[in-house]
């Protein structure tokens, strides 16, 4: 038994799962670097025998009562000694002690991760952007369109506020189906990408619901402005223009 790990752990590299594990005394039967050779700077024929070499990632538990602060001094008096001891080779050794909670998917990375992340948010909030311009430009001509029609409705007696709450609700169903069509489309494409992501659902309800609220919210204010104009609207002067 090399050691026992809670359900669901996969690996130290998030979205990396190893599909078995081995004691790491066993690294150099089992790397394609094989046995490492002497060298008079860094002697040692192994893997773990050779000083200069740092590619091990370590992860551990605070004691109780410790803090990362702690942990942190005590990590850098122990590569003080080792630069002491070994100035060829750890001359400029160092180590980083970072909370676990601090690393998103690798400590070398996450900076990476982080700016593609972002460039990817603003691409879809660009796209975002371009959609709920073109909702809004749609509303607002589909309501100077109707410019006669809600003369006429205000000419046979509709108040100005039946005439504001015609046009919200009719712009109101048209951003549900949009929704609607967005979400089922959503749904199937997040299937196929669903593979592709880690830590982060492909149906994500909480994206759904801020999409969904930009969307009422522009078709909103796009339908209330030709809705305000026409119940403002002299319903003689509106006959007369068209």
Known sequence: MVGVAPAGFSGMVPGIEAEFWVPVM??????????????????????????????????????????????RSQVDTIFARLRKDYPITNEKARATVLPGAGVRFHPMLDGYVKAASAVLLAAVALVLTIACANVANMLLARGASRRRELAVRAALGARPGDVLRLVLRQGGRLALVGIGAGALLAALVGRVLGSLLYGVSALDPIAYAVAAAILLAVAALASLVPAVTAARVDPLRALRSE
């Open 26 to 71: 066993m690294i150099d039967r089992l790397s394609f670097q094989g046995m490492q050779g002497d060298t008079d700077n860094d002697p040692g024929t192994t893997r773990l025998q050779r000083r200069g070499q740092h590619w091990l990632f370590v992860k551990a538990r605070l004691a109780t009562g410790r803090t990362v602060e702690q942990a």
